[in-house]
C-alpha cells in the first residue's frame, strides 16, 4: 500500500482564492482525519469521518472551511476565501477503528 | 472540552540518558492512547496503542505504560541516541474517536 496520498504538497496560493486539499486514505481504513499544525496551536483536530459520514466538525475554523468524503477512498478539505492566518501545514490520516493513525505527508498551504 | 497535556515541553539530553516524558488526559470515556514520533519535515509515525488500564508496551529501546482510572501515560526512552530526536506526541481518543493530540515533548539528545 503507498500510504495515505495527500496532494499537492505545497500550495501557494494568494488571498481571496479558494483552495483545494486532497487525500486518498489507506484502502480498507474506515476513518479519515484532517489536521493542521501550526507553531502557537500545535496539531488540531479539524474534522473526522467514520464510514464517509462526517462525525465532528467542531475543529473546523469558522465557514471559510468545509471538508467532503464523497466515497471511501477519497476526500477534499477546501478554503474559500483562503487568508494569511490560514497558513499551516495541513495533514490527513487514516485508520481502521482508531486503531493507530497512519499519517499522509501534509499539504504545505502558504496564503499571501 | 477534552484536554491532553504533555510534559515537559521540551527536554535535552546526552547520549546515552535514559528519558521520560508524561501525557496527562481526561479519564472518562477513553477509548485509547497513542503515541507518535514526529520528526522534522515528516509525518508523525505510531508508536503504540494502548487501550487497557495497565498496559505496558515496548518497542526497542522505547516503552510505554498507562493509568486510564488517574489519566496519565509515560514513555519512556532507555540509552537515548542522537537519532531518538524528535517530538513525541500522545492523542487521546475518546469512544466516539474523536482524538486530540497533545502539544508534544521535543526531545534532543546531544552526541
Known amino acids: 500500500d503507498a500510504g495515505v496520498i495527500q496532494s499537492p504538497r505545497h500550495e501557494v496560493t494568494e488571498m481571496g482564492q479558494e483552495v483545494t486539499l486532497r487525500c486518498k486514505p489507506i484502502?480498507?481504513?474506515?476513518?479519515l482525519f484532517w489536521y493542521r499544525q501550526t507553531m502557537m496551536r500545535g496539531l488540531e483536530l479539524l474534522i473526522y469521518?467514520?464510514?464517509?459520514?462526517?462525525i465532528d466538525d467542531s475543529g473546523m475554523p469558522e465557514d471559510r472551511f468545509s471538508a467532503k468524503m464523497p466515497n471511501a477512498s477519497f476526500s477534499t478539505l477546501k478554503i474559500q476565501p483562503s487568508e494569511p492566518r490560514d497558513s499551516a501545514v495541513y495533514f490527513c490520516?487514516?485508520?481502521?477503528w482508531g486503531y493507530g493513525y497512519t499519517f499522509g505527508s501534509g499539504t504545505r498551504l502558504t496564503v499571501v | 472540552i477534552l484536554n491532553v497535556e504533555q510534559s515537559p515541553q521540551s527536554l535535552h539530553v546526552q547520549e546515552g540518558d535514559s528519558t521520560n516524558f508524561t501525557c496527562s488526559f481526561p479519564s472518562s470515556n477513553f477509548y485509547a492512547l497513542h503515541w507518535y514520533r514526529w520528526e522534522t519535515a515528516k509525518s508523525p509515525e505510531a508508536l503504540f496503542v494502548m487501550t487497557l488500564n495497565g498496559d505496558e508496551k515496548k518497542k526497542g529501546r522505547i516503552s510505554a505504560t498507562l493509568n486510564t482510572k488517574e489519566g496519565y501515560s509515560y514513555l519512556y526512552i532507555k540509552g537515548s541516541q542522537p537519532e531518538d530526536s524528535a517530538t513525541y506526541l500522545c492523542a487521546f481518543m475518546d469512544g466516539g474517536f474523536k482524538t486530540i493530540f497533545g502539544a508534544g515533548t521535543r526531545l534532543f539528545v546531544k552526541a
Open positions: 469521518f467514520n464510514n464517509n459520514v462526517p
Open positions: 484502502s480498507g481504513h474506515n476513518s
Open positions: 490520516a487514516s485508520s481502521l
